[in-house]
Nanobody, 121 residues
């Protein structure tokens, strides 16, 4: 059974940085594609970033140049480094897992519980 546990959310001022972590068990992050989504109040959940085979990465347009996804294989953990945060980045951020080596958004089969990120203006 796959378990994903996020941490690292919090309150930060606009322009600041946060690093989210997602510790995985039951699945090897080195092998399988993993990603991050977010959901703001009153909005649908949306894709943020993903990492797959040979560290290939995908990013939503609205985070390109500001967010970086990475993974630590020995710790079986993925990260989302978020810089230059904006108030519109405020959301609950969710870690997502697949059982594929290439990222496919519609093949997510596991979710973390979410971590709140709040960016004040």
């Amino acid at each position: 059974q796959v378990q994903l546990v996020e941490s690292g959310g919090g309150l930060v001022q606009a322009g600041g940085s946060l690093r989210l972590s997602c510790a995985a068990s039951g699945r090897t992050v080195r092998i399988y594609a993993m990603g991050w989504f977010r959901q703001a109040p009153g909005k649908d959940r949306e894709f943020v970033a993903a990492i797959g085979w040979r560290d290939a990465t995908n990013y939503a347009e609205f985070v390109k140049g500001r967010f970086t996804i990475s993974r630590d294989n020995p710790k079986n953990t993925i990260y989302l480094q978020m810089n230059s945060l904006k108030p519109e980045d405020t959301a609950v951020y969710y870690c997502a897992g697949t059982d594929r080596i290439y990222w496919r958004e519609n093949l997510v089969d596991s979710w973390g519980q979410g971590t709140q990120v709040t960016v004040s203006s």
